[in-house]
């Protein structure tokens, strides 16, 4: 059972970041349905700045890995803290459901940011490393995730650009594609 479990982690993750998501949503009031104030979609009143990332130490720099290095020897890096080097992306968003009414961007939407081998992250493949804070805080950055509704997600970090991240290298589990990896409570700079 608890193979069974670790085998659909990811895919577990994602859908209870949805779940959580659309739980916040109904919570708060939905401005289709009339109740609470009515949010001005990201659309319309933008994204807060972007934090820039401090520059790594040359130390830091100099033991960061390849991602497509780390990636080969996860099974042996389990555990272990790593130092990897790849683009910062953002996956793909997940929003709630809810019928809003025209132009009231009532659904919450969220993503996750992700180093990956390929031109597009996808955490059920073994290509992408989800970048995720597990446990009690502090984390090395509270904000890892991006956020919006149906108009547009905002991240806290700008993606594209080429980063060093330092955290724990665990197995999620398997998909139907191989191996899927997250690293926990990473610490971001620049190289």
């Keep these: ?25 109904l919570l ?19 994204c807060p700045p972007k934090t820039a990332l401090r520059r790594c130490g040359e ?45 009231t961007c009532c659904n919450g939407c969220g993503a996750m940011f992700m180093l990956t081998t390929a031109a597009k992250p996808d955490p059920s ?9 597990v446990g009690q805080g502090p984390h090395p950055h509270d904000r890892l995730a991006c956020g919006g509704d149906d108009s547009g997600v905002c991240c806290p970090f700008r993606t594209g650009q080429q980063v060093v991240a330092t955290g724990t290298l665990r197995r999620r589990g398997r998909s139907s594609y191989g191996d899927t990896w997250t690293l926990e409570n990473p610490r971001l700079c620049r190289p």
Excluded: E
């Design 59 to 103: 130390n830091v720099t100099a033991i960061a890995l390849p991602l497509g290095t780390v990636l080969a020897r996860g099974r042996q890096l389990d555990g272990k803290t790593v130092t990897v080097r790849s683009r910062l992306r953002r996956g793909g968003a997940i929003c709630t459901l809810l019928a809003c009414a025209p132009g």
């Design 125 to 133: 493949y073994p290509h992408t490393l989800t970048l995720m804070n």
């Design 1 to 25: 059972m608890l193979n069974l479990l670790k085998n659909r982690t990811p895919i577990l993750l994602l859908s209870l970041f949805g779940l959580a998501l659309f739980a916040a949503s």
């Design 28 to 46: 708060s009031g939905c401005c289709a349905l009339g109740r609470g104030p009515r949010r001005t979609c990201v659309s319309k009143k933008g």
